[in-house]
């Protein structure tokens, strides 16, 4: 009789858990994006999908590779939290940028970008208006820097959140381990839980996407997501349940891989909003700004097999037919 109510407790138990509202999250971390590709994407990759909570955090590219300045990148911010809130966003949380090791950061940068103060220096600058922000618009603030200075800092030892040679066996000194992302969704976990946050977008660069690492930019990886979308739903964790597909509400099919469609440029510099993805390493694709395509600015030349294997991730960014024809 025991064994019996036992499993009937069980079985109770297992219902009720699995019958639970899953809290939905997507993955929109994009490696080398800043506040500039933000704002091109910002309605396809995060208001397509309806969400009520959007967590922010984009720096790394601003601060070091596309060099944005600090007065763009806060009117960058300020227009992405316009917009969200128009399409009636509930909860916006912001993070801050992750220290760094300047010295293997310098080591990957061309000497002659290289500025002296080191790429610290200047994500403290950045971090600050991210603090402004957080307090003049009201915004939940995750501060990831000081989570990783409060968790040994950046510095080149095995235990360290930052990758390095010791920890990863290769130079990287940015992109952080998948204990370092496990230990953040595990922080980040009880600021959501208490928004009440149902369908939540984490949008950034590679740091949300987890560059280099198994699963990147999938709830089933080891990026800070996947497990923020675990310390969300351990009932489905517990019962061997996957993370369900976080549909956009515009395109219900979602965006998949098309072939040898068109693509727009995504900002002044004329940087293709599409990734080219061939199959063969000796295909080769290239852009070329030369006032030839049919907006006078640029356009794709292909070599090899690359003509019939050209895709583009239609789900990383919106594409408008007849921007560039291939």
Same mark, same amino acid.
């Given at each position: 009789?025991?064994?019996?109510?036992?499993?009937?407790?069980?079985?109770?138990?297992?219902?009720?858990?699995?019958?639970?509202?899953?809290?939905?999250?997507?993955?929109?971390?994009?490696?080398?994006?800043?506040?500039?590709?933000?704002?091109?994407?910002?309605?396809? *990759?995060?208001?397509?999908?309806?969400? *009520?909570?959007?967590?922010?955090?984009?720096?790394?590219?601003?601060?070091?590779?596309?060099?944005?300045?600090?007065?763009?990148?806060?009117?960058?911010?300020?227009?992405?939290?316009?917009?969200?809130?128009?399409?009636?966003?509930? !909860?916006?949380?912001?993070?801050?940028?992750?220290?760094?090791?300047? @010295?293997?950061?310098?080591?990957?940068?061309?000497? @002659?970008?290289?500025?002296?103060?080191?790429?610290?220096?200047?994500?403290?600058?950045?971090?600050?208006?991210?603090? @402004?922000?957080?307090?003049?618009?009201?915004?939940?603030?995750?501060?990831?820097?000081?989570?990783?200075?409060?968790?040994?800092?950046?510095?080149?030892?095995?235990?360290?959140?930052?990758?390095?040679?010791?920890?990863?066996?290769?130079?990287?000194?940015?992109?952080?381990?998948?204990?370092?992302?496990?230990?953040?969704?595990?922080?980040?976990?009880?600021?959501?839980?208490?928004?009440?946050?149902?369908?939540?977008?984490?949008?950034?660069?590679?740091?949300?996407?987890?560059?280099?690492?198994?699963?990147?930019?999938?709830?089933?990886?080891?990026?800070?997501?996947?497990?923020? %979308?675990?310390?969300?739903?351990?009932?489905?964790?517990?019962?061997?349940?996957?993370?369900?597909?976080?549909?956009?509400?515009?395109?219900?099919?979602?965006?998949?891989?098309?072939?040898?469609?068109?693509? @727009?440029?995504?900002?002044?510099?004329?940087?293709?909003?599409? %990734?080219?993805? %061939?199959?063969?390493?000796?295909?080769?694709?290239?852009?070329?700004?030369?006032?030839?395509?049919?907006?006078?600015?640029? !356009?794709?030349?292909?070599?090899?097999?690359?003509?019939?294997?050209?895709?583009?991730?239609?789900?990383?960014?919106?594409?408008?037919?007849?921007?560039?024809?291939?």
């Amino acid at each position: 009789m025991k064994k019996i109510l036992s499993l009937l407790f069980f079985l109770f138990i297992a219902c009720t858990f699995l019958s639970a509202d899953e809290i939905l999250l997507k993955n929109a971390g994009i490696g080398g994006d800043s506040s500039v590709q933000a704002l091109e994407r910002v309605y396809s *990759d995060v208001i397509d999908y309806q969400p *009520d909570c959007v967590i922010m955090a984009f720096g790394m590219n601003d601060v070091n590779f596309c060099r944005i300045p600090i007065e763009k990148y806060k009117e960058n911010y300020l227009k992405l939290i316009k917009i969200l809130r128009s399409k009636g966003v509930k !909860h916006l949380v912001i993070m801050t940028t992750n220290p760094v090791i300047d @010295e293997e950061v310098k080591a990957r940068t061309k000497k @002659e970008l290289w500025r002296p103060e080191g790429v610290n220096f200047y994500i403290n600058k950045y971090n600050a208006v991210v603090h @402004e922000l957080a307090k003049t618009q009201n915004l939940t603030l995750f501060d990831l820097h000081k989570f990783i200075q409060d968790n040994g800092g950046a510095v080149k030892t095995k235990k360290s959140f930052v990758r390095n040679p010791a920890n990863k066996g290769y130079k990287d000194g940015v992109h952080l381990t998948a204990a370092g992302y496990k230990a953040i969704a595990k922080a980040l976990a009880p600021l959501i839980r208490k928004l009440g946050a149902k369908r939540i977008v984490c949008f950034g660069d590679s740091i949300t996407y987890g560059a280099n690492l198994r699963g990147g930019g999938l709830l089933t990886g080891d990026n800070y997501p996947a497990f923020l %979308w675990q310390e969300l739903n351990p009932a489905l964790v517990t019962f061997g349940s996957k993370p369900s597909n976080m549909k956009s509400e515009t395109d219900p099919t979602g965006r998949n891989l098309i072939r040898n469609s068109s693509f @727009e440029v995504c900002d002044a510099d004329n940087r293709p909003i599409a %990734w080219v993805l %061939w199959k063969k390493n000796k295909d080769k694709a290239e852009y070329i700004s030369d006032g030839t395509a049919p907006d006078g600015k640029g !356009h794709v030349r292909l070599t090899g097999s690359a003509k019939s294997n050209l895709q583009f991730r239609t789900d990383i960014y919106p594409i408008k037919a007849g921007s560039y024809v291939i």
